[in-house]
C-alpha cells in the first residue's frame, strides 16, 4: 500500500492510474479503523481495478473541540488494517493540507463555509433539517465540505459510503447529484459485532460494561422490525423508548420512524411508503447512533 501524505504527491500518482485507464474505488474515513470500515473496502475490491482510501479526522465536522480531541487516533494499526484487507492507496494528509487558514478560522467562529459548492446552489431540502442535522449543527456542512474536496482530489468512479450514517449517505449522494460530480455513491450495510452493536470508531471510548449495556440498542431496533406489521408507529415508538429506558443509563437524544427517501418522521405510513427507525443516544460520554430499515428497500440507496 502507498501512502501519501501530500496532496500533490497523491494527485501525480493519480494522474498515472487514471492514464491507465484504471478505474478507482474510494473509501473515506477518519481512521480508528474496524470491521465496518473495512467491508467498504471489501466491496470496492470487488467492484474497481484500484482502491484508496483516507484517513483525515476533519475538525470541521465536529460540534465541539473536545469530540474532536477524544477522537481515537491509531493510525499505525489502522495502515496494518489497510494492507490487510488490500488497500492500494492510503491519502492521509495534515489539515493544512485539506483547509486554509481561512476556512478554519471561519470554523472557530461558528460559520457555515459554504464556498464548498463553487458558487452552485446546494439544496438538501429536507434531509438535513432532521435528527443528525438538527442536534448537530454544521455538523453535515463539515462533512460535504471535506468530501467534496477529496472527491475533487481523488476523483473516483465509485465511493462507498455505510448505511451506518444512513443520513450522511444521502446528504452526500444529494450534493455528488447536484454538484454533477460523476461518481457513483454505494451503500453498504451496517456491520455489527457478535452482541448486534453497530462497529464504530467511537465504541472504543466504551467500557466493556457499557458495551454490553450498548446491545440493547440494536435488540430494540431489531424487535421494532419484528413487530412493524403488528403495531402503529406511536405504539412501535412507546415500545422502544420503554425498551430503551430499561438501559437506565441511555440518554435517548432521539428515536424517529421516518420516511427512507425525505427522512421526515412519519406517523401514518401508506402501504407503499419505505420506512427507516433512527436512534440516537448517550451512553456516559459517548454518543451512539443506529438504525434499521423496515421494508425493504426496492433499489440500493
Ligand atoms: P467514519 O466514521 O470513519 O466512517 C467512514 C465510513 O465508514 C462511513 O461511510 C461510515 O458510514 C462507514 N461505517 C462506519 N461504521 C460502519 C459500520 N458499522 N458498518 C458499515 N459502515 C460503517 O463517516 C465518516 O467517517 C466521516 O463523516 C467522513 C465521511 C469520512 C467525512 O469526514
Redesign the pocket.
Known sequence: MIIFKSKIKFKSHLQEVKNQQQSIGF??????L????I??IEKAKTECDVVIA?I?V?PT?FNNLSDLDKYPRTFEQDCEILIKAGCDILFAPEISEMYSKEEIELKQQNIEDKSWAKGKTVDFGSLANVMEGLRRPGHFNG?VQ??SKLFRVVEPNRA??????FQ??MI?KKMAQQLEMPIEIVA?????DQNGL????RNKRLSLDEKEKAALISKTLFNIKALQNEKSISELKAIAIQQLKAGDQFEVEYFEISDIETLQPVTSPNSTQQLIVCVALRLGEVRLIDNIILSPIKQAV
Open positions: 473509501v473515506p474515513t477518519m481512521g480508528a474496524h470491521k465496518g470500515h467491508s467498504l483516507s483525515f476533519n465536522q462533512v471535506i468530501v462507498y459510503f455505510g448505511q451506518k450514517d450522511q449517505l452526500i453498504c450495510p451496517i456491520v455489527r453497530a462497529m464504530s470508531s
